[in-house]
């Protein structure tokens, strides 16, 4: 018996385990294990706490063991969510979801010319992403693919069973993104942290990070809307703030890119800011001092 069938054991027997216990014994068993989490300091707890302490300079060593605590609270309840969620009706759905500015997204949809939003590691987006699929939108994602492939493919039917398509991230998936943007689809990719490589370089809460170019290439070649999306949590479910994203009319396809990715990151930073415990950043994301290297 392998060491990946028994990861994907694990998490296929949690997952129905969670969804048959009481709510609220769930989500506060989620709770007592994010707090043996964070005073077990593994490394992701320890890389946390270095993303929030950039992204909140100002916090002294208590007030960051606060914010740790939320963080760490709010993750949890990212991944009770996740496993409970294929039980929630559409009405629960549409209930637990608040938005600012929803006609970003759904007038150029109900137009037929869809949209591409630009988000981060925040909040659930698989809630919101649920949201909009109940209205009938068809949503496009990229999802990297994880070890094992037992436990990606679980989380690809996940998602598929909420009315999205998944891409994997390889060479061929911007192909097929841009003749979904010009189908008029939804198209919601996560842009906070690089995976490939080869991001833009932007100034990100004052220090050097790299972000994925995908969204702003298939809005300056479709020329279809590009928005950003910051999903946090309320007491009642999700808030998700949509802003539209300016697109340069002027200069090379290169400079426009690095342009429109700095804008980005910057309205990431605007909703980072607003609700920091909610960003579940658990990876190197900067690429400078120790950093840069970005293995875990």
């Given amino acids: 018996m392998n060491f990946d069938f028994l990861v994907a054991s694990a998490y296929f027997t949690g997952w129905k385990l969670v969804r048959a216990l009481p709510e609220k014994f769930a989500y506060s068993t989620f709770d ?137 991230t390889d060479s061929r998936s911007m192909g097929t993104l841009m003749q979904r943007a010009r189908e008029g689809s939804l198209i919601a990719l996560v842009s906070d942290r690089d995976l490939s490589r080869n991001g833009v370089d932007v100034n990100f809460f004052g220090h050097p990070a790299r972000m994925p170019a995908g969204a702003a290439l298939l809005a300056i070649r479709t020329g279809i809307p590009l928005v950003t999306a910051f999903v946090s949590y309320t007491d009642k479910g999700i808030h998700i703030e949509f802003t539209s994203v300016e697109i340069p009319e002027e200069g090379s396809d290169a400079e426009r890119v690095d342009l429109v990715v700095q804008r980005c990151a910057d309205l990431f930073a605007a909703g980072i800011a607003s609700s920091p415990q909610d960003w579940h950043m658990l990876q190197r994301i900067w690429i400078d001092g120790d950093f840069q290297e970005r293995s875990a």
């Fill in 32 to 168: 007592r294990l994010g707090v043996i989490a964070l005073r077990r300091n593994g490394a992701r707890m320890q890389r946390l706490r270095s993303n929030l302490q950039r992204v909140c300079p100002e916090k002294d060593a208590k007030a960051m063991d606060q914010l740790m605590a939320k963080a760490v609270s709010s993750y949890m309840r990212y991944w009770c969510d996740t496993f409970r969620s294929p039980d929630w009706s559409k009405e629960k759905i549409a209930d637990t979801v608040k938005v600012t500015r929803e006609e970003l997204l759904t007038g150029p949809m109900r137009d037929g010319r869809g949209v591409v939003i630009a988000l981060p590691h925040a909040g659930n987006w698989d809630h919101a992403g649920a949201y909009f699929c109940a209205m009938g939108f068809p949503l496009v994602t990229v999802a990297e693919k994880l070890k094992p492939e037992a436990l990606f493919n679980k989380f690809l039917e996940y998602r598929q069973n909420m009315g999205m398509e998944v891409l994997s």
